[in-house]
């Protein structure tokens, strides 16, 4: 089976060591992690976590119903086939010289970036979208010497209604 | 009213129903210990290794359906816990193992006796703690021991610093657990017994493999209702032995590498399986790319991540063995697959798997079915790990429910004596016949004082062959006979029980095994048994790693015919 890109969303409480459970439980069945990001979630005591596997359908529906065996995962859910809105992060310190300064602010007012540091010989340049939107930005400005980056990794929510609230949970183990 | 946490541990114990801790003290968790004695409800057992209190307590976890409890200091004493939690976790067994943790101020300065024990056991807990303060003390106790015995029940870990223990805090026990994240499901789907029982109905050969989860969830009345009312023959998991009598016209026996020929044989033939509480362990399905080619599979088990991990399910039903099959029971006919039946007899009567040769010798399986005429079945069999275990699996018929305890996910060594000490401490009024081999009883030999200290009545039977013998069986098989660090050197075993102010005797002929039996039996209290059995003796039905049901193979290759001695390292 071949192997493709899937983006999982939970809920997990804010307690010491859940992020720590996670990572732990990936490693030992030896899934793939491609990227993950945490941060607080409309609720109070909750965190919403978005992973990104690279797996098999059936790996990927063990890799669910592992995490939601976890004590502190409250809900899993897979939004690959729903109708998502994805977006990571990127902070790029490009190097710039008054020669190419002004191309470098052309190509990011086009992704709709920002420049949010500009330094003698450097720009710092932030660009929020899909993973090919941030790819593409990169490979632009590449040619003009990139010193540093920074990437999020995926998060993502369901368009419309909420998908991953903790009611309806159904769960065992 | 404030307490301490020691005392909020010990009130809570007592809260959960627990009457015997097994444990070992040291620095870390001196103020329970001290605070322990004041509560005499709570019976300490005091073990001689960390091992030991784990496996008594998941022995008595599983002969008694109550949460186990096993106690260790910080550092060396908590990681010795480690295989013992490890195992609880393979088989399922509801365990609270509580440590002693450095306190507070020291923890993360690499402090005397400070191990990062919650982090060491986080991937073979079903969920552990590491407490920060004493008020949160009795909620986290109450939530171990809901979370240890519910749902897929395993063992739970708390990890309380020495500083937390004598912290003082309200005390109030809550009347339920808040747990967002955990709501095992109990009740199958309707549809998908419906369906289950629409296949049932329907099929011409099917077979039910009941596992352990039979066991736990005591469902012993139903799943025999099930099998006579459809007449489907039953075969079993290593530790789904004694969930439905062997002695049963339905009964054929084990499955799996050391099952018998006739019941894997059906695995191969059915054309429907139905998987009561069992996870398709590999050494019950040998290599799943050829596990019942021509089945489909109805899966009942209380954990949903089990459905569909090691083998495709056409009708997965996630619910409670006993409440899934009191429900299926209603919709499935009445049935007789005769047919089917009168093949499996005929295989039986074909490839019996089961022989005992006749001769002077000692034969491992000669004592096996000794133990089971002597006890006509009325004994709880615990075993080590290896041939020990598989001849205990194999020549004892388990007739009575509940009656065999073994180490089977981890398959650990030196299981078996510590566990039927936690056996006969939950179950004292049954006859507890430890199966031990050689090499596993020195592994945790250290706990024939605790046996002696407690007067533990369990009557140990060593199979002593002077090898680790499963390991030499697969040298014998597949390094042509190259015994590498496979024989032991032994103690005097009788020597060693004298020591421990334990009677015992030795038996060198086939003549002397039930006279031997009967007198450990007549004795009031632990007796050994030091069976000096044919050392080169091999278990048999065995399916080679790698290979299929299908390629079980019967009896012991004729041996190539050789004076020469063995080759081995190791001292003779």
């Known amino acids: 089976m071949e192997a493709t890109k899937y983006t999982i969303s939970m809920l997990v409480e804010d307690k010491a060591g859940v992020l720590n459970r996670v990572a732990s439980l990936f490693r030992r069945r030896g899934f793939n992690i491609q990227s993950l990001a945490v941060g607080g979630s409309e609720q109070l005591g909750l965190s919403r976590m978005t992973v990104v596997v690279l797996a098999d359908p059936a790996q990927v529906e063990q890799v669910r119903k592992q995490l939601d065996k976890l004590i502190n995962v409250v809900k899993v859910v897979d939004l690959t086939n729903d109708d998502m809105v994805a977006r990571e992060l990127a902070l790029i310190k490009v190097a710039a010289t008054s020669s190419t300064r002004s191309e470098i602010m052309q190509i990011v007012d086009i992704f709709r970036a920002n420049i949010v540091d500009v330094g003698s010989d450097s720009l710092m340049v932030e660009v929020t979208g899909d993973e090919e939107k941030v790819n593409s930005l990169f490979e632009l400005l590449r040619r003009f010497g990139i010193k540093e980056v920074v990437r999020t990794g995926r998060v993502a929510l369901t368009r419309g209604a909420v998908a991953t609230r903790t009611d309806n949970k159904k769960k065992g183990g | 009213m404030k307490k301490t946490g020691a005392q909020i541990l010990c009130e809570s114990l007592v809260k959960e129903g627990v009457e015997v801790i097994f444990g070992i003290l040291g620095g870390a968790i001196l103020p329970i210990y001290d605070t322990l004695s004041q509560y005499p409800q709570l019976r ?94 009795a909620e986290t106790v109450k939530e171990a021991f809901y979370i240890a015995r519910t749902g897929r029940s395993g063992p739970v870990h708390i990890d309380i610093p020495r500083d937390v223990q004598t912290e003082e805090a309200e005390f109030v026990y809550p009347a339920k657990v808040n747990l967002p994240g955990y709501k095992p499901v109990f009740q199958g789907h309707p549809a998908q017994i419906r369906k289950a029982a629409r296949l049932i109905n329907s099929a011409k050969q099917p077979l039910i493999i009941a596992g352990r989860g039979v066991i736990m969830s005591q469902a012993y009345a139903e799943l025999r209702e099930l099998a006579e009312k459809a007449q489907i023959p039953v075969v079993n998991t290593l530790l789904g032995l004694s969930s439905f009598p062997r002695n049963h016209v339905l009964s054929f026996g084990m499955i799996g590498m050391h099952g018998m020929a006739y019941a894997n044989m059906a695995v191969q033939d059915t054309d429907l399986i139905i998987s009561i509480g069992m996870r398709f362990d590999d050494r019950a399905t040998a290599i799943t790319g050829e596990f019942a080619p021509k089945a489909r599979i109805i899966h009942i088990d209380i954990d949903p991540a089990e459905i569909g ?234 399916v080679p790693p790698g ?25 003779s």
Not at chain 2, 464 to 475: A, D, E, F, S
Not at chain 2, 550 to 565: D, G, N
Request: glycine share 8%; aromatic share 8%.
């Open chain 2, 44 to 137: 300490h057992i005091l073990v001689r290794h960390e091992q030991g209190a784990a496996h008594a307590a998941d022995a008595y976890a599983r002969v008694t359906h109550k949460v186990g409890v096993c106690m260790a200091t910080s550092g060396p004493g908590a990681a010795n816990l480690v295989t013992g939690i490890a195992n609880a976790y393979m088989d399922s067994s509801p365990v609270v193992a509580i440590t002693g943790q450095v306190a507070r101020p020291f923890i993360g300065r690499d402090a005397f006796q400070e191990t990062d024990i919650t982090g060491i056991t986080l991937p073979i807990t079903k969920h552990n703690y590491l407490i920060s303060s004493a008020g949160e003390l």
């Open chain 2, 309 to 542: 991990k090691n083998v495709r399910v056409d009708v997965p039903i996630v619910g409670d063995v006993k409440n899934v099959l009191g429900v299926l029971n209603k919709e499935v006919n009445v049935n007789t697959h005769s047919e089917w039946l009168a093949t499996l007899n005929k295989w039986q009567g074909e490839h019996p798997s089961l022989e005992i040769r006749e001769g002077e010798e000692v034969l491992p399986q000669y004592i096996i079915r000794q133990i089971y005429e002597a006890t006509q079945g009325d004994a709880l069999v615990v075993t080590g790990v290896g041939q020990n275990q598989m001849w205990a699996a194999q020549y004892f018929p388990f007739i009575k429910p509940d009656s065999f305890v073994s180490s089977g996910g981890l398959g650990t060594m030196g299981f078996e004596l510590p566990a039927a000490m936690g056996a006969k401490v939950g179950r004292p009024d049954e006859m507890v016949w430890c199966v031990a081999g050689d090499g596993g009883f020195q592994m945790t030999i250290q706990e024939l004082a605790t046996i002696a200290a407690e007067n533990i009545g369990v009557k140990i039977a060593i199979i002593n062959n002077g090898y680790l013998g499963m390991v030499r069986q697969w040298q014998e098989l597949f390094y042509e006979r190259r015994y590498a660090h496979t024989k032991l050197w032994n103690p005097d075993f009788l020597k060693v029980a004298e020591a421990y102010e334990i009677p015992a005797v030795r038996v060198r002929r086939r003549d002397e095994v039930v006279s031997a039996i009967y007198k450990a039996m007549d004795y009031d209290g632990p007796f050994l048994i030091d069976f000096v059995v044919e050392p080169e003796e091999g278990v048999y039905p065995m």
């Open chain 2, 547 to 571: 290979k299929s049901l299908s390629e079980t193979m019967e009896l012991p290759k004729p041996k190539k015919v050789s004076k020469r001695k063995p080759k081995t390292l190791a001292r």
